[in-house]
């Protein structure tokens, strides 16, 4: 017994590598003044211990799949893959972070500190494998989230901001955990593997009475990516929160958020019950909406930070759409997805940051006439709008063909008709900032420091995947072919 | 007699009146409050289930981590409440509304 938790760590170390670096990086944080300004080791800090923790990852990917800890986490492919984009997702973050001047200089530290936390939950959220641990990860994202959404202190929005998000967080925690209980009581366990099994022994009519139950539990995960209906704190806290902290929310928090529910949705409702039937129709009402809003109100937008707050919401219901479909396609679909969204969001938030830095806003006319003053990073803008549009041979476009094939395969015509029309919709406000960019007169020639060389150099290297992942995109997807979900 | 329904109906009605709170009071802290009694509410039910119909300790440990959890959220929401009352001497949820639009 002991025995097998100690060989179980074997298959923990990347969580454990980080909950040590969040330590270590708190003692290191308090050894510094309060009024010193380079605090470079926490960041070199933060940094390799991030890196460590990719490769203990990757060389975790081949393992086998296993249950540890008494069933209470699942090891699988498909969990480190995720876990794997969520890691690369703040290593560009913590970048972003020291090269913006949105966050308060003293509280950079702080923000590397947490942003490991928020990993950290979402790492656990990934690989849950019983109630307990879904509602420790999302706890462990959302508590450490209000505290990073208010990060500019002296900034009424940004209080405001964190204000929103830990009430509406609270009140669907609350939800999430009200529906647990009552499937709790019905089912008898909170390991999933046991209370799969417990599930197909009732009827029908007491399924549908625990159905409800499931749309409560749904309405705390689908709070952390932004489905529709409880979408209303997204756009506030995106806008509110500084940059880089947006740009983290819109990945590490929406990639643990998605891959739970594949894995619920894989453990519950694999069998044909009516259950089944009616989660997929949630789940299909749900993704339509949120790809509906999403898309319609990025239209009106001003502030680029909120049109991509609007449109990160799109996504989320894309990625839900790949998680209708309860199959291996299905998933192979997200995961590709959840890859080129991440650099695409990485590159489209590093532009605006810097843009957003030099002029104290983020408005669409800022963005005007900037081909003519810093050509490359205007083309890696267009190259991030075409593919958030879904526009081939790039990487966005694969990834959305994916998942209208997975709809195709299971009969979900009008889902995927759905899908389509908003991409249609979709590239009114992508392929504005292009035309601004390219086909304005520009307003002054100004220099913008955030595009210095080395910057531009990260950029573009982010900006790579994109490219190759449209066309060379087969390696990918057999990588994504391996990440199957692993149940018992 | 108490029974599980007593139990089902106390916690229901615990989850009906913290839902009530946060949509009807404009109070932040009174909001936080609400929080709590849904939280409450469902770890009332964990513990009813597992006292009369199931035999594991899962209950229990759902509860205790509710109570944990409950706690360090309210702390980093009141920490937050806090901050904004400092900058807008108000902890009316109306004050909050410069973000929309």
């Given at each position: 017994m002991y025995l097998n938790y100690l060989a179980n760590i074997a298959r923990y170390i990347p969580e454990l590598i980080l909950v040590a670096l969040m330590a270590g990086l708190l003692i290191l944080e308090?050894?510094?003044?309060?009024?010193?300004?380079?605090?470079?080791?926490?960041?070199?800090?933060?940094?390799?211990?991030?890196?460590?923790?990719?490769?203990?990852?990757?060389?975790?990917?081949?393992?086998?799949?296993?249950?540890?800890?008494?069933?209470?986490?699942?090891?699988?492919?498909?969990?480190?893959?995720?876990?794997?984009?969520?890691?690369?997702?703040?290593?560009?973050?913590?970048?972003?972070?020291?090269?913006?001047?949105?966050?308060?200089?003293?509280?950079?530290?702080?923000?590397?500190v947490m942003a490991v936390g928020i990993l950290i939950g979402g790492m656990i959220l990934a690989s849950a494998n019983n109630m307990l641990m879904i509602y420790i990860g999302v706890e462990t994202l959302s508590i450490l989230s209000y505290v990073m959404a208010s990060f500019k202190k002296n900034d009424e929005r940004s209080s405001e901001a964190g204000l929103k998000y830990a009430l509406y967080g609270g009140l669907s925690a609350g939800i999430m955990l009200f529906g647990m209980s009552h499937i709790f009581g019905v089912l008898g366990t909170i390991q999933f593997s046991g209370m799969a099994v417990n599930l197909l022994k009732l009827n029908q009519a007491q399924m549908l009475i625990l159905m409800p139950s499931f749309i409560l539990f749904f309405v705390g995960i689908g709070y952390k990516i932004a489905a529709v209906p409880f979408h209303m704190w997204s756009p506030?806290?995106?806008?509110?929160?500084?940059?880089?902290?947006?740009?983290?929310?819109?990945?590490?928090?929406?990639?643990?958020?998605?891959?739970?529910?594949?894995?619920?949705?894989?453990?519950?409702?694999?069998?044909?019950?009516?259950?089944?039937?009616?989660?997929?129709?949630?789940?299909?009402?749900?993704?339509?909406?949120?790809?509906?809003?999403?898309?319609?109100?990025?239209?009106?937008?001003?502030?680029?930070?909120?049109?991509?707050?609007?449109?990160?919401?799109?996504?989320?219901?894309?990625?839900?759409?790949?998680?209708?479909?309860?199959?291996?396609?299905?998933?192979?679909?997200?995961?590709?997805?959840?890859?080129?969204?991440?650099?695409?969001?990485?590159?489209?938030?590093?532009?605006?940051?810097?843009?957003?830095?030099?002029?104290?806003?983020?408005?669409?006319?800022?963005?005007?006439?900037?081909?003519?003053?810093?050509?490359?990073?205007?083309?890696?803008?267009?190259?991030?709008?075409?593919?958030?549009?879904?526009?081939?041979?790039?990487?966005?476009?694969v990834a959305k063909f994916n998942i209208i094939n997975a709809l195709l395969n299971s009969h979900f015509y009008t889902l995927a008709i759905i899908l389509a029309l908003n991409s249609v919709v979709s590239a009114y406000y992508y392929l504005k900032i292009v035309r601004l960019m390219t086909l304005k007169q520009q307003e002054s020639n100004e220099v913008i420091e955030g595009f210095g060389f080395l910057n531009q150099f990260i950029i573009i290297v982010m900006t790579a995947p994109i490219l190759v992942l449209g066309v060379f995109w087969e390696n990918i997807m057999m990588l994504a072919n391996g990440a199957k979900i692993f149940f018992q | 007699m108490i029974n599980l329904g007593s139990y089902l109906i106390i916690s229901f009605a615990l989850f009906i009146c913290g839902i009530l709170v946060m949509v009807a009071r404009k109070n932040i802290i009174a909001i936080l409050l609400g929080i709590e009694l849904i939280l409450n509410a469902s770890a009332l039910n964990f513990v009813a289930y597992t006292k009369f119909m199931n035999n594991n300790l899962d209950g229990h440990i759902m509860s205790l981590f509710i109570i944990v959890t409950a706690a360090a959220e309210a702390a980093v929401g009141l920490g937050i409440v806090i901050r904004f009352f400092q900058l807008r001497e108000s902890i009316h949820i109306d004050d909050a509304a410069t973000l929309q639009n």
């Open positions: 308090t050894t510094y003044r309060e009024d010193e300004k380079n605090k470079k080791y926490i960041f070199i800090g933060g940094l390799i211990g991030l890196v460590v923790a990719l490769a203990s990852l990757v060389a975790n990917f081949s393992g086998k799949s296993e249950t540890i800890f008494s069933q209470s986490m699942i090891i699988d492919p498909f969990s480190t893959l995720m876990k794997i984009i969520m890691v690369l997702g703040t290593i560009g973050v913590f970048y972003l972070s020291r090269i913006s001047k949105d966050i308060y200089e003293s509280l950079k530290t702080e923000f590397i506030d806290v995106y806008e509110g929160s500084p940059t880089p902290v947006t740009a983290f929310f819109a990945i590490v928090p929406k990639i643990a958020g998605i891959s739970a529910l594949a894995r619920i949705g894989f453990i519950f409702f694999t069998a044909a019950t009516p259950m089944r039937a009616s989660w997929i129709l949630l789940l299909m009402a749900v993704a339509s909406l949120t790809m509906t809003v999403g898309n319609v109100t990025a239209i009106g937008q001003k502030s680029v930070k909120r049109m991509l707050a609007y449109s990160s919401i799109s996504h989320a219901g894309i990625m839900l759409c790949g998680l209708v479909v309860i199959n291996d396609i299905g998933v192979r679909a997200i995961t590709f997805y959840g890859i080129t969204y991440l650099f695409m969001t990485l590159v489209a938030f590093y532009i605006v940051s810097i843009v957003q830095d030099k002029y104290g806003n983020d408005h669409f006319d800022r963005f005007t006439g900037l081909a003519y003053r810093y050509p490359f990073m205007a083309v890696v803008m267009t190259i991030v709008m075409f593919s958030l549009t879904g526009l081939p041979p790039l990487a966005g476009f | -």
